[in-house]
């Protein structure tokens, strides 16, 4: 059973950044892919982000691309999400997810995390 716990939410003007933070426990982290969900109010849940076992495979969703860096510390247990030039519209619940398929389909991620929030001010 690997457990999850997300840190780094809060709340920032539009343009800022925020690190996000996923520590991992009780499983072995290098065997799973990791990913980065988010759901804002009223919305679907939608794949931010993933990440391979070894980190040199990663996904962005086009809405992040090239302003969120996903990266993984395999020595640390723990998986990262830089958000860079951050938008209103990125308002949302983040949750760190870990599967044994690297995927953008949150149906492959067997453990969630409790998420945290991001809200981006305008």
């Known amino acids: 059973q690997v457990q999850l716990v997300e840190s780094g939410g809060g709340l920032v003007q539009t343009g800022g950044s925020l690190r996000l933070s996923c520590a991992a426990s009780g499983g072995t982290f290098s065997s799973y892919a990791m990913g980065w969900f988010r759901q804002a109010p009223g919305k679907e849940r939608e794949i931010v982000a993933a990440?391979?076992?070894?980190?040199?495979?990663?996904y962005y969703a086009d809405s992040v691309k090239g302003r969120f860096t996903i990266s993984r510390d395999n020595n640390k247990n723990t998986v990262y999400l830089q958000m860079n030039s951050l938008k209103p519209e990125d308002t949302a619940v983040y949750s760190c997810?870990?599967?044994?398929?690297?995927?953008?389909?949150?149906?492959?991620?067997?453990?969630w995390g409790q998420g945290t929030q991001i809200t981006v001010s305008s």
């Open positions: 997810a870990a599967g044994s398929r690297y995927s953008a389909d949150a149906q492959h991620y067997a453990y």
């Open positions: 990440i391979m076992w070894t980190g040199r495979t990663t």
